[in-house]
């Protein structure tokens, strides 16, 4: 009984693989749940196991999402610095995407813990929204309450100039740390 129980789940990591893979969009550990008809529980443990074996795959608050740098190796990444308060977080993030770029993740410097990294992939303000209205429905806090709201962002668009225009714009508005 044991031995299938290893097999089955082994089978359906292999199948939660293959959807991520097919997918674009962040796929929630409910829907994951569903499709493989277990617990959202099972799924979050399965995720895990996957990433343990190297899985490139990234918790969003939308969702899972299988990640390869491969893909993106025609992208521009910069990690930039920025400082706001909380009030100001839907102009960082919406100044970023309808620039075209993506926000990958977020990252503090904790004086206990060192660095700590989030992952975002904030790509367009479908997914700006869904994260500020997860933030709101949760009440949860952000990582840069940790540093009085200074933060880095690793961010990627298509070329060179959307990277420069977004951070003019969050110059300006007073948000960007040079």
Do not use: W
């Not at 977080?89 to 919406?94: D, I, M, R």
């Amino acid at each position: 009984m044991e031995e299938r129980n290893k097999v089955f789940g082994e089978k359906r990591r292999n199948m939660i693989l293959d959807l991520l893979k097919e997918n674009s969009e962040p796929l929630s550990g409910k829907v994951l749940a569903q499709k493989m008809n277990v617990s959202r529980q099972v799924i979050v443990q399965d995720i895990s196991l996957l990433k343990a074996k190297g899985e490139p795959i990234i918790a969003t608050s939308r969702g899972y999402v299988y990640y390869e740098e491969n893909n993106e190796s025609a992208k521009f990444t910069r990690v930039i610095a920025v400082s706001h308060m909380l009030e100001e977080t839907a102009t960082e993030l919406y100044t970023l995407v309808d620039h075209g770029v993506t926000i990958r993740n977020v990252m503090v410097e904790h004086p206990i813990y060192g660095d700590m990294t989030g992952s975002l992939m904030i790509k367009n303000r479908l997914d700006a929204d869904a994260f500020l209205n997860e933030l709101n429905r949760t009440g949860a806090s952000l990582l840069t309450r940790l540093t009085d709201g200074v933060h880095l962002h690793t961010i990627e668009a298509d070329t060179e100039e959307q990277l420069d225009q977004a951070c003019q714009v969050l110059r300006r508005e007073e948000i960007l740390l040079e």
